[in-house]
T-cell receptor, first 114, second 113 residues
């Protein structure tokens, strides 16, 4: 059972480049989300989805796009990378019931924008 | 609005001593409270949660947390610390009925042999 799989693990971009961070889960979870982790800031929510075809913004959505065409996949797109987007990115998923569910996290993507 | 505060960036404790990692929260309605742990170069792992019921919640690896509604706190505790407990600990809150989980800034726990 793979759980939540993120690729790539590391990425270096130049300012202005675009890329997609991949996230896939095999637990049939309805809820998926993307967080970024920065020193002293904890984890901040970028975008989330409560099911296929449904996405919404979190705390820090600017500069990022998401889509949810299937239950399993939730890619995060950086349209024009900026140095401020240097961070560690985590994808997480859970069942959607009464909100009591724990999140399952991927192992993260470390992104550097030069 | 939901928010979580972890007032200590760093906690050091000697192996075998009890440990406490502090967390306070703010929500409009009933809170769902969680603790997660992050080991180096890993994603976060669930430790325990409080939804309702007994104020003392027991979780993985011998950790427990006490929910205190009057003080709006959810401190993480362990009676006897191990060196292997050294990690980054995050408190998180979700207001009942809300979609998303909000995390604190994290507390780095170092257990000294």
């Amino acid at each position: 059972n793979a759980g939540v799989t993120q690729t790539p693990k590391f990425q270096v971009l130049k300012t202005g480049q675009s890329m997609t961070l991949q996230c896939a889960q095999d637990m049939n979870h309805e809820y998926m989300s993307w967080y970024r982790q920065d020193p002293g800031m904890g984890l901040r929510l970028i975008h989330y989805s409560v099911g296929a075809g449904i996405t919404d913004q979190g705390e820090v959505p600017n500069g990022y796009n998401v889509s949810r065409s299937t239950t399993e996949d939730f890619p995060l797109r950086l349209l024009s990378a900026a140095p401020s987007q240097t961070s560690v990115y985590f994808c997480a998923s859970s069942y959607r019931g009464t909100g009591e569910e724990k999140l399952f996290f991927g192992s993260g993507t470390q992104l550097s924008v030069l | 609005a939901q928010s979580v505060a972890q007032p200590e960036d760093q906690v050091n404790v000697a192996e075998g001593n009890p440990l406490t990692v502090k967390c306070t929260y703010s929500v409009s309605g009933n809170p769902y409270l969680f603790w997660y742990v992050q080991y180096p170069n890993r994603g976060l792992q669930f430790l325990l949660k409080y939804i309702t019921g007994d104020n003392l919640v027991k979780g993985s690896y011998g950790f427990e947390a006490e929910f205190n509604k009057s003080q709006t706190s959810f401190h993480l505790k362990k009676p006897s610390a191990l060196v292997s407990d050294s990690a980054l600990y995050f408190c998180a809150v979700r207001e009942a009925g809300a979609n998303n989980l909000f995390f604190g800034t994290g507390t780095r726990l170092t257990v000294i042999p």
